[in-house]
C-alpha cells in the first residue's frame, strides 16, 4: 500500500519561472546521477515507477514536483555530476538551481541521495554548499548499501559522519533491501508538517 495514497506529479519545470506557486512547504532531493535517486522515491512515498531514472545519465531535463498531499510536495531535481552533460546545460541548472535554494521560501529541507560505495564526491559537496546557503536542513541517505557488507556499510556510514556536521542526518538506506526507508520517511514527514506542529 502507498505510504502517500494520493501522492500524484504536479509538474516538471525547466527555467525557475515555471515552479509552482511558492506556498505549503516543500522538501527537495539531490544526487548525483546513477546514485538512484528515483529508486529512493519510490521507495519512500511507496509508489513504484512515480520518479522515472532517465536512460541517458545526467540528462534529466527538469525539476519534477510530486505533491504529497494538498500544502506538501517533494522536489526531484535534477541529477548531478555526470562529467558528458553538455556545458550549456550545466550552466543552466547551475543558475536555476542557484536561485531555487537562494529564493523558494517553501523550501523547508534537503535530502542528498550519495552511493555509499562513492560518497561525498565533489559533486555531492558542492550541493551540501549550496543547501547550507539557505541554512536549510540536510539529511543524507547513503543508498546501494545491499552493494556492500555490512562491515563496510558501517565504516562508511562512520566515515561520513566523521566528516561532516553534527546536524546533518546521515543513514544508510537501499531501495532494493528497504532498509532505511521508514528512517527516510520519517525525516521526510517531520520537516513537512514542523509548521503544523508549531502551530
Do not use: C
Amino acid at each position: 500500500m502507498a505510504q502517500f495514497p494520493t501522492v500524484r506529479f504536479l509538474l516538471g519545470a525547466y527555467n525557475f519561472s515555471q515552479l509552482p506557486e511558492d506556498s505549503g512547504r516543500e522538501v527537495a532531493i539531490a544526487g548525483r546521477s546513477n546514485a538512484g535517486k528515483s529508486s529512493a522515491i519510490n521507495a519512500i512515498v511507496g509508489r513504484q515507477g512515480l520518479a522515472r531514472s532517465s536512460k541517458t545519465p545526467g540528462r534529466t531535463q527538469e525539476i519534477n514536483f510530486f505533491e504529497l498531499q494538498l500544502g506538501q510536495r517533494l522536489v526531484d531535481l535534477p541529477g548531478y555530476g555526470f562529467a558528458n552533460v553538455p556545458v550549456k546545460l550545466r550552466q543552466h541548472w547551475g543558475e536555476v538551481l542557484t536561485k531555487y535554494f537562494a529564493r523558494r521560501q517553501s523550501l523547508v529541507g534537503v535530502i542528498v541521495i550519495m552511493d555509499a560505495r562513492h560518497p561525498l564526491t565533489d559533486a555531492d559537496i558542492q550541493m551540501l554548499e549550496l543547501a547550507a546557503t539557505r541554512a536549510l536542513p540536510l539529511h543524507i541517505l547513503l543508498t546501494k548499501a545491499d552493494k556492500l557488507t555490512r562491515s563496510e556499510a558501517n565504516n562508511t556510514l562512520a566515515t561520513v559522519r566523521k566528516q561532516l556536521a553534527d546536524d546533518i542526518g546521515v543513514q544508510l538506506f537501499s531501495a532494493v533491501t528497504k532498509a532505511g526507508v521508514e528512517e527516510a520517511r520519517e525525516v521526510l514527514e517531520k520537516w513537512l508538517r514542523r509548521e503544523a506542529d508549531s502551530g
